[in-house]
């Protein structure tokens, strides 16, 4: 079966610090991978989809930055956070051959 | 600029009843249509999807409609239960060129299902 694995879930950080959220996703191949934001009282923001490996593509121009290492891997990063990149933090997939979007479970980022 | 508009904001009902959740888009030509259930501090999980061409769409007691003329979709719940208390979310599908899918994302209709 497909699953999709998030981490950390939940993490605080100084502004001015770096952030890694990785996900990973098993049971597929080649999916399509999206990091999405939200934030307190939002609906959902995309900030990155991959197509492939080392392909991305930037929805919103921002502090932050995204990676896809590996076919089933995709890292979300940030070389200094700001106040403004508090929020949840969703990773999601799905394939061509599938109809449903499937996400992980969040993390939450709280920049103090 | 396509949008995706979910009313009410906010809804309250007891336990048992019945209650519709509407969203309007106006994302125009689309692939599907989908409705989500998010509990709080969780992923948004997959309650119902509809092609284009679909009416409606039943999971349990969650049915989906979807009327393409009027670009309206509504999620019914059924005999509400406590458990069902979550945002849910419409979420409207454009399959893109670059081989993804372009998602808008409604805000969101917070329901509370009270005892």
């Known amino acids: 079966s497909q699953t999709i694995h998030q981490w950390p879930a939940t993490l605080v950080q100084p502004v001015g610090s770096p952030l890694s959220l990785e996900c990973t996703v098993e049971g597929t191949s080649n999916p399509n991978l999206y990091w999405y934001r939200q934030a307190a009282g939002r609906g959902l923001q995309l900030l990155f989809y991959s197509v492939g490996i080392g392909q991305i593509s930037s929805e919103v121009p921002q502090n932050l930055s995204a990676s896809r290492p590996q076919d089933r891997q995709f890292i979300l990063s940030s070389k200094k956070l700001l106040l403004s990149d508090s929020g949840f933090y969703l990773c999601?997939?799905?394939?061509?051959?599938?109809?449903?979007?499937?996400f992980g479970e969040g993390s939450w980022l709280t920049v103090v | 600029k396509n949008q995706v508009e979910q009313s009410p904001q906010s809804l309250i009902i007891l336990e048992g009843k019945n209650c519709t959740l509407q969203?309007?888009?106006?994302?125009?030509?689309?692939?599907?249509l989908r409705w989500y259930k998010q509990d709080t501090g969780r992923g948004p999980v997959s309650l119902t999807i509809m092609t284009f061409s679909e009416n409606t769409k039943s999971n349990g007691r969650y049915t989906a409609t979807l009327d393409a003329d009027t670009k309206q979709s509504s999620l019914h719940i059924t005999a509400s239960q406590l458990s069902d208390s979550a945002s849910y979310i419409c979420v409207v599908e454009v399959m893109s060129g670059a081989g993804s899918y372009q998602l808008t994302f409604g805000k969101g209709t917070k329901l509370s299902v009270i005892p």
């Open positions: 999601a997939w799905h394939t061509w051959r599938g109809n449903t979007i499937y």
């Open positions: 969203c309007n888009y106006t994302v125009s030509p689309f692939s599907n």
